[in-house]
């Protein structure tokens, strides 16, 4: 069975034993990376919209050679989960691009489509864990959309066992087992973070979320000028202080029977970790050491386009350009030894540049994430026809809501609009220039429904000039 390779700190260590190709593996490797060429090639390619048949195809190529690589690695005796090579770095590769290339077809729905999205739920969760600067609230929209993948997942199973579409080894699609491994690795690191709040008692639970507000703010002044951020870091300072004397002999207790509190070791462990952290913040001019200012203004630099493109998403975003930021935010989670980033001398960076670079890192992970999430189930030759339809559907509830009696020639330029865009189907289906028909006409026909109900609304109430 083939393994892949996760984009994490501790894997990238281990890359230095990856074991070297076999003889039986080296044809399969060149044509992975013959298919990753080509969709690189086909990313590039901003002037058409992509073909699904010309996606569906290489994709198909691709299971094809992991069937191959599944009976060579049998044969060979290299079928456990442990064993890894460059085949595994490169078909993880493959994998994620295809997935975010489902993702600009619309087919969001579909399996391929959701690996994308395990790969960077599991490097936030690492981070989570590395860090230990999270709530519950941080982890309750992963855990909602993973327990969306399950169910997507269990349910094409359950569909493939029902109608006995397994491999010649009676294994079921590769696509199915690639993505439940990665399903079970996120709900495995899920469990363990879920484990480390649910022994803080709910007595000490505000404290303890209180403590993380605190810890994220005085990482976020490290990148405010230091004249300006030591008053407001003096105001956590006394807050701080306010918090460590509700311990008794050092410890929290419970205010009604003075038991000792559950949860000591994350509250107090945090509680000290921000007096660190303040300390630093005071005591420094400039978080971040000169030797590490490249890598910080890289990693500023990806959050600010990350940004940008949050804001501009639904006009501008071609899910397949995320691709660039995962390597590049995976190259410089590769830079760090057991999470910690090195400085010039190759010693661990000073506490307050470590906080300021991770916290850098896990925002732009999580930006990348809020941008898979927010991925519309529309193919994007349909796109241009769903925002106009948004865009029309908020003009006339801003118009519903504060219009007031309107007239025919008030509402006639609306209505010119719907029509224009409802002329576009043939059939009742809105096509693509070559005459396919693209995902997301549910989407689509339910915005243009909703702007046709809203019409009729304004229409009914409309007055004599």
């Not at 690191?189 to 993380?212: D, F, G, K, Q």
């Not at 600010?304 to 006009?315: A, D, N």
């Not at 930021?325 to 989670?333: E, G, K, T, W």
Request: net charge negative.
């Amino acid at each position: 069975m083939f393994s892949t390779i996760a984009t994490t700190s501790a894997q990238h260590c281990a890359l230095a034993t990856e074991r070297s190709v076999t003889d039986g593996e080296q044809p399969i490797l060149g044509m992975l990376i013959s298919i990753r060429n080509r969709l690189a090639a086909l990313k590039k390619d901003r002037g058409n919209y992509y073909r699904p048949n010309d996606i569906v195809g290489l994709y198909n190529e691709l299971l094809d050679q992991v069937k191959v690589l599944n009976r060579v690695r049998a044969k060979e005796q290299h079928d456990n989960d442990t064993y890894k090579n460059r085949v595994d770095s490169v078909l993880d590769e493959c994998f994620q691009l295809f997935s975010l290339f489902y993702l600009a077809l619309g087919k969001n729905k579909e399996i391929p489509a959701t690996y994308v999205q395990l790969v960077t739920i599991k490097q936030n969760f690492e981070l989570f864990n590395e860090t230990g600067i999270y709530t519950d609230a941080d982890l309750e929209p992963f855990q909602k959309r993973l327990a969306e993948i399950r169910q997507l997942v269990d349910a094409e199973a359950a569909k493939e066992e029902e109608e006995g579409e397994y491999d010649d080894c009676g294994a079921p699609k590769p696509e199915i087992l690639l993505v439940s491994r990665r399903l079970r690795q996120c709900e495995k690191e899920l469990s363990v973070l879920e484990e480390a709040t649910r022994i803080i008692c709910n007595e000490l639970m505000p404290t303890y979320e209180e403590l993380v507000s605190i810890r994220r703010r005085l990482t976020a002044l490290s990148f405010v000028a230091h004249d300006v951020a030591i008053v407001e870091a003096k105001e956590l300072q006394r807050r701080l202080i306010e918090i460590d004397d509700l311990r008794v002999n050092d410890r929290f207790v419970n205010a009604e029977d003075g038991t000792v509190s559950e949860g000591q070791t994350q509250v107090v462990g945090l509680l000290e970790e921000c007096f660190d952290c303040l300390h630093d913040l005071m005591a420094e001019g400039s978080a971040v050491s000169k030797d590490l200012m490249p890598l910080y203004d890289r990693l500023m630099e990806i959050r600010i386009q990350l940004e940008k493109l949050l804001l501009t998403s639904r006009w501008t975003l071609r899910e397949t350009d995320l691709w660039s930021y995962q390597v590049q935010l995976q190259d410089i989670d590769a830079m760090r030894r057991n999470g910690q980033f090195k400085d010039a001398t190759g010693e661990p960076a000073p506490q307050q540049a470590q906080a300021v670079l991770n916290f850098l890192l896990h925002k732009c992970y999580n930006l990348v994430y809020k941008l898979l999430s927010s991925s519309e189930p529309v193919a994007e030759s349909l796109m241009p026809v769903h925002n106009q339809l948004r865009t029309l559907r908020r003009c006339l509830l801003e118009v519903k809501k504060y219009g007031g009696p309107l007239s025919a020639r008030d509402l006639y330029p609306y209505q010119m609009k719907l029509s224009s865009i409802d002329n576009l189907r043939t059939d009742g289906k809105f096509l693509d220039d070559e005459g396919h028909i693209p995902e997301g006409q549910g989407v689509v026909m339910s915005l243009l429904n909703e702007c046709y109900d809203l019409m009729y609304e304004l229409m009914a109430t409309e007055v004599d000039e």
